[in-house]
């Protein structure tokens, strides 16, 4: 790889032309990792801290060296994001603004400019995924993807759509996954390599000879702590209640043990069987899964006095208080809360001024670790962001603290911007203070700064996160981990768990390098297979195809390809309908050209004069029971706009699924048809959906000759439905509320001028609507 050979210890700086000098430290496993995987797609497995992003960027730099084209980098979060953007800037010798970050605060129309201006682009996937949807961007000129975090892969994740779209479509497609642990087990990791299309496999531990010069040993203790009588006595309410909830359901036959302390694999039992019950047409699954929802709010309570602090108990009853009282309030939450041994827990939460025995324990050991050994740094995880504000104000009265937790807001608390993310981390690497409390989002490879202690404030259950935590500490010189536990809880049980997931890790990461030839078999056995079955495809080309006959009778007309049509076929999606894969697998077709967009009504339209609204089973049968978003309103709006409204109920067992009157269902479908116009189709599955939607939209665009509108081009209205769409405006009071409002007071200026005792006289109108119209109407218009 150009000139960047070396020792194997050496301090010296890589030399090549797109690196800038002085930036990187030569080290030679990771040279031997880039020269193969700037040849080969391949899975980089090396524990964390140890460079991972640095033979992603040798690659890079070998790539934009010999090839015209881009680099696309892609992290789960935005701190990452950040952090990597920052890297390959300070590293590669390529302009700062051709290295680009994509991600959702970027406007997606700006996105598609700043893609094709730039050279090396850091993106999270989910960006990157709805804009290849989208066609705002295209990866034919990509000739490095890497994925970071590449243990992600699996499932919906955008990961391996993205994988897939860019084998397809690369010109010299070139693939890294990067990962401290990218699997539990062979089929695990075997799983990812196959769905991002990864050949070579590149694996250290810190065993290796020429690892060992980088690392240093990390000893780990666990430190058990007794809980006060008190937190016992809360703790043991709650449990009485948990077992009481478990009592009825194993009554119901669908609860295989009634121990408060019972697994999370045991409540997934529980809900498996209450789902069967109630696809089965049990009523009783009902009850079934509102007693299930209380035991995982219970579960969540009994998690926090015994492991985190009875101040966030006491924060998450506030919580759980405030739902109960608000409009909507679930069953669950308001059983939860009445229990009388619920009540008592609260009251004695709200008594106890004591702290958990763990903070003290916490401050012993950050006090010795800057204070008897000479430290400067400690890092402390916690699961819960406000045990996270608790420990960061506690620990502040007695050392240099700061919090890094997360943007996204659960719980009401306040969360912190990416700028705020990237300049405490930068703040705590150049000394500015000495322990930083953080939730789980600094795991998945940030680049925290070694530090002499990281504290666990709880054991970690799964061994993905514990190895990247513990990834933290024993870089540049021995460090040391501690896990707090509270005996006799809950925390024992994660204990085990934590250190049997954990020694089964690092005996895969040993036994990984072994392994490897034997996996790169399989994927390129694979890969042989796949081939195989495509030549096999190939062989009768007189065979007709199935879509040959979707067309009508006229076969011959039928019988053509893509690149003998008149061009693709346009189909707009409602960006908020991307969790349902529709889009996104129609996006791989090249005869179908897909526009996101955020439409107004609908949630595809396939001409100007075809729209669809789609709804699951589930989702119809909700929205007769009286969802947020009413069926009957949604259904109006899209007949006002377009001439052929069609509504697809998607699934099986429509009469059967929930406790609705099939009368109720059938006079649903008969107003959808006779009231609004509406055609009605219902399909088996989302394939089916999928292949609906592409025959409409073709006979529409193909054979009709029309275009795609997200504005719909409807005949004009007659005057009624003019004023009802005026009046359905305001306030967005709907089209049901704004008949009655036109019926009772009989024009729309008799509507804009009414009081408030006037709307209160309409059918449908009730305080709150009658205020918001008396603001629209009566309030000067004062532009931002």
């Not at 001024?353 to 670790?369: G, Y």
């Not at 895969?508 to 072994?514: D, F, G």
């Not at 998607?650 to 269902?665: C, F, H, K, M, S």
Request: hydrophobic letters at 35%; a negative charge.
């Amino acid at each position: 790889m150009g000139n960047m050979d070396g020792g194997a210890a050496s301090t010296e700086a890589f030399d090549h032309e797109l690196i800038v000098d002085g930036v990187i430290e030569r080290r030679r496993y990771q040279l031997d990792i880039a020269e193969r995987a700037v040849n080969e797609h391949t899975l980089v497995c090396l524990p964390t801290g140890l460079g991972k992003t640095t033979v992603s960027l040798l690659v890079t730099a070998e790539r934009l060296a010999h090839l015209d084209g881009k680099s696309l980098m892609l992290a789960p979060t935005k701190p990452l994001v950040t952090q990597h953007t920052e890297f390959y800037r300070s590293a590669l010798a390529i302009d700062d603004e051709r290295i680009i970050t994509l991600t959702g605060a970027t406007p997606p129309e700006q996105r598609g400019e700043a893609w094709d201006d730039a050279t090396v682009i850091v993106a999270t996937p989910q960006v990157i995924e709805n804009d290849l949807i989208g066609s705002r961007i295209d990866l034919s000129d990509v000739v490095h993807l890497t994925f970071d975090e590449c243990h992600r892969t699996g499932g919906d994740y955008a990961y391996g759509y993205i994988a897939d779209r860019y084998h397809d479509t690369a010109t010299n497609p070139l693939v890294t996954g990067m990962s401290a642990s990218p699997g539990e087990d062979r089929d695990e990791i075997l799983e990812v390599c196959q769905r991002l299309g990864i050949t070579a496999i590149e694996v250290r531990s810190g065993d290796d000879a020429d690892v060992d010069p980088y690392t240093h040993e990390t000893e780990v203790e666990w430190i058990k702590v007794e809980l006060p009588e008190d937190i016992l006595e809360i703790r043991d309410k709650l449990r009485e209640v948990t077992k009481s909830r478990l009592e009825t359901l194993a009554e119901m036959g669908v609860a295989e043990t009634t121990a408060p302390d019972c697994s999370q694999r045991d409540l997934n039992a529980i809900r498996a069987k209450l789902q069967q019950m109630l696809e089965a047409g049990d009523r009783s699954a009902y009850k079934g899964l509102s007693l299930h929802a209380e035991v995982m709010k219970l579960r969540r309570a009994l998690e926090l006095v015994e492991t985190q602090s009875v101040r966030a108990l006491r924060q998450y009853f506030e919580r759980r208080h405030e739902a109960a009282r608000s409009s909507g309030a679930s069953k669950a939450d308001q059983r939860f809360l009445s229990d009388p041994r619920v009540r008592d827990a609260m009251r004695m939460a709200r008594e106890y001024d004591e702290l958990h025995p763990k903070f003290r324990r916490a401050r012993i050991l950050i006090a010795e670790t800057l204070g008897i050994k000479g430290g400067s740094r400690v890092l402390v995880f916690t699961e819960s962001r406000d045990t996270a504000e608790q420990l960061t104000a506690f620990l502040g009265d007695h050392f240099s603290t700061e919090r890094f937790v997360g943007q996204g807001d659960r719980e009401h608390s306040d969360g912190m911007s990416q700028r705020e993310q990237r300049e405490t981390i930068q703040a705590f690497r150049d000394g500015e203070f000495e322990v930083l409390v953080s939730t789980s989002v600094a795991e998945e490879g940030l680049d925290v700064p070694e530090v002499d202690l990281v504290l666990f404030f709880e054991p970690v259950s799964t061994a993905i996160r514990s190895i990247q935590r513990k990834g933290r500490t024993g870089r540049q010189a021995p460090g040391r981990v501690v896990v707090l536990i509270a005996k006799d809880t809950r925390d024992e049980a994660f204990f085990w768990i934590s250190r049997r997931r954990e020694q089964t890790m690092q005996d895969e990461l040993r036994t990984l390098q072994s392994i490897a030839h034997e996996i790169e078999g399989a994927l390129r056995a694979g890969d042989d297979v796949e081939a195989a079955a495509d030549a096999a495809a190939m062989r009768d080309p007189d065979q007709p195809a199935l879509d040959a006959f979707d067309s009508g009778p006229d076969d011959k007309a039928a019988v053509v390809t893509v690149d003998e049509t008149e061009g693709s076929t346009t189909i707009i999606v409602d960006q908020r309908e991307l969790d349902a894969t529709i889009g996104r697998e129609l996006s791989k077709r090249p005869d179908i050209d897909i526009h996101l967009e955020t439409l107004s009504v609908a949630d595809y339209v396939l001409s100007n004069r075809v729209a669809v609204e789609r709804k699951t089973v589930d989702d119809f049968l909700d929205s007769l029971l009286g969802s947020d978003r009413d069926l009957f309103d949604q259904v109006s709006r899209l007949a006002q706009a377009y001439d052929r409204p069609i509504v697809i109920i998607e699934g099986d067992r429509l009469y059967e699924r929930r406790n609705v009157r099939p009368e109720a269902i059938r006079g649903a479908l008969a107003s959808l048809v006779t009231d609004f116009g509406v055609s009605v189709f219902q399909t088996r599955d989302v394939n089916e959906t999928r292949e609906l939607l592409v025959s409409i939209a073709k006979r529409e665009q193909r054979d009709g000759g029309r275009r795609a509108s997200a504005h719909g081009d409807k005949r004009s209205r007659t005057l009624d439905e003019q004023q009802e769409y005026v009046v359905s405006s305001i306030a967005e009071v709907g089209p049901v509320t704004a008949r009655s409002l036109l019926e009772t007071l009989g024009s729309v200026e008799s509507v804009l001028t009414a009081s408030k005792e006037e709307l209160l006289t309409v059918d449908g109108v009730g305080e709150v609507t009658a205020d918001r119209i008396l603001r629209v109407t009566k309030e000067p218009y004062t532009p931002e």
